[in-house]
Structures are given as structure tokens and as C-alpha cells.
């Protein structure tokens, strides 16, 4: 599903997170919102979902305005940095949850959890319970629950940013071949620029809630638009 996000602004108070951001996600691509910290990547995301409403402008999803839809009606999965999963359920009861609230049948339950067990590579480890997880597992556990409703698109919130460095890369490497399988259109956050280029088809480079470029990693890299960009994406580290 694509996203076109059309002169959207929010503010809290006096203080004007998302700025006038016009943005094009196409269908089936996987977009890095890369910006520092208060550039307003979260509210974006939030916008996206129907988690925030925008004081002005609108947000289509395939082209039909879904700008007062709820969260449900966009058919939206989520996954955040610190997405707690149910403690207290398996990891095949977390991943099985949103499909029994959808009173999908049992058996067709079933199947789906260790369909998406396997995709996350987690096969085997369905009736363990997340405290017997590493921190990469249970993040995959968090995506394997966000893919079993089948949403149109997936939201990622600094999802690896809890995990240690050789995690965080695994992971990388990991969400680059589970969208070359699933082809769900995938936003995710990051304030890391290594984390975006590795991993992203477009990169949408956010400061102070503005769009300050938008471009594949190697034209952003090689094209800063702005001294901004150029700082924030050099070769500094
Ligand atoms: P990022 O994810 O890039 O770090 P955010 O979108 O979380 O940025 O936040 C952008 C700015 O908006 C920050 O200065 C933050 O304090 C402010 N902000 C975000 N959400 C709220 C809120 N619910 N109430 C007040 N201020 C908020
Ligand atoms: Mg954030």
C-alpha cells in the first residue's frame, strides 16, 4: 500500500514537531525516517498510523484519504523500540493474539504462527516464553505478532535501538531479507545513518520536522541536499 503524506503539520502546544512534510512511500518499499532525536521521526510515524491527528493536511493510503480513519481501519502493524510482548503467553501465544481477536479459526491460527515462526526464524521456540528469550529474539517475536494480521504496512520505531551493536546488525541483515520476502510496505525510524543505509530503499532524511531530502542511500550519500544532510550522513564515524 502506498502512503502520501500531503502538507501534514502537528504541534504540541506552541511547539510545531512535523512541519508542512509532504512525502510519496511508494508500494512495497522499505523507508528509513533517519533524523536526530526531536526531528519529529516518531510523530510522523504516529501520524502515519492514526496514532496522532494532523492539524492540517491529509494522509491517503492508496490514494484514498484515510486521514480520519481509526488505527484499525488502516490496517497498520507496529512494532516499537520497547514493545513489550505478553509475559505471561508463549511466544506462540504472543505472535497467535491479534488473529484470535479476529476470531480466525483455530486451525487456521495454527498454521498461520508457525508459518510466521519460521519466517522469523524462530521455529522451535513457539512454547517458550519471551523472559527465555535473547532481547533479537523477542523483537522478532514483535514482528512475527505484527505480520500475522496481514497489514498493508509495517511501522518500526527505532526497533533495534534497545539491542547490543552485533544484535542491532544481525537484525539489520535480517528485516533486508524478510521485506524481500513479505513486500509489506516498511517505514521505520532510526536516528543511526549506518542502520539506514544499510538497510533501506529510500531514506527520508528529518530535521527540526521538516523533510530536509529524500533519496536512495547512494544518491544521499554522494547529493546531500544541505549542509544538514552532509553533516548528519558523512562518513564521520
Ligand atoms: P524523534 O522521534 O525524531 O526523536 P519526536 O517526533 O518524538 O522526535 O518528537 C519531536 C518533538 O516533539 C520533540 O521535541 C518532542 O518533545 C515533541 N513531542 C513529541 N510528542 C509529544 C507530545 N505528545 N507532547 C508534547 N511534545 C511532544
Ligand atoms: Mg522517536
Not at 106 to 117: D, F, G, P, S, Y
Not at 168 to 180: I, M, P, S, T
Request: proline content about 4%; charged content about 20%; hydrophobic content about 45%.
Amino acid at each position: 500500500m502506498g502512503i502520501t503524506i500531503d502538507n501534514v503539520s502537528k504541534s504540541f502546544g506552541t511547539f510545531q514537531a512535523v512541519k508542512q512534510v509532504d512525502l510519496e512511500i511508494a508500494s512495497g518499499s522499505l523507508v528509513a525516517l533517519l533524523g536526530p532525536s526531536g526531528s519529529g521521526k516518531s510523530t510522523l510515524l504516529r501520524l502515519i498510523a492514526g496514532l496522532e491527528m494532523p492539524d492540517t493536511g491529509r494522509i491517503l493510503l492508496t490514494g484514498k484519504d484515510a486521514t480520519y480513519q481509526s488505527v484499525q481501519e488502516r490496517n497498520i502493524g507496529f512494532v516499537f523500540q520497547h514493545y513489550a510482548l505478553f509475559k505471561h503467553m508463549t511466544v506462540r501465544q504472543n505472535v497467535a493474539f491479534g488473529l484470535e481477536l479476529r476470531k480466525v479459526p483455530a486451525a487456521k491460527i495454527k498454521a498461520r504462527v508457525e508459518e510466521l515462526l519460521d519466517l522469523v526464524q524462530l521455529a522451535g521456540l513457539g512454547d517458550r516464553y519471551p523472559s527465555q528469550l535473547s532481547g533479537g529474539q523477542r523483537q522478532r517475536v514483535a514482528l512475527a505478532r505484527a505480520l500475522a494480521v496481514e497489514p498493508k504496512v509495517l511501522l518500526l520505531d527505532e526497533p533495534f535501538g534497545a539491542l547490543d551493536a552485533k544484535v542491532r546488525k544481525e537484525l539489520r541483515a535480517w528485516l533486508r531479507h524478510l521485506h524481500d520476502d513479505v513486500h509489506v510496505t516498511t517505514v521505520f525510524v532510526t536516528h543511526d545513518q549506518e542502520e539506514a543505509m544499510e538497510v533501506a530503499d529510500q531514506i527520508v532524511v528529518m530535521n527540526k520536522g521538516q523533510v530536509e531530502q529524500v533519496g536512495t542511500p547512494a544518491e544521499i550519500y554522494d547529493h546531500p541536499a544541505s549542509p544538514f544532510v552532509m553533516s548528519f550522513i558523512g562518513p564521520v564515524n
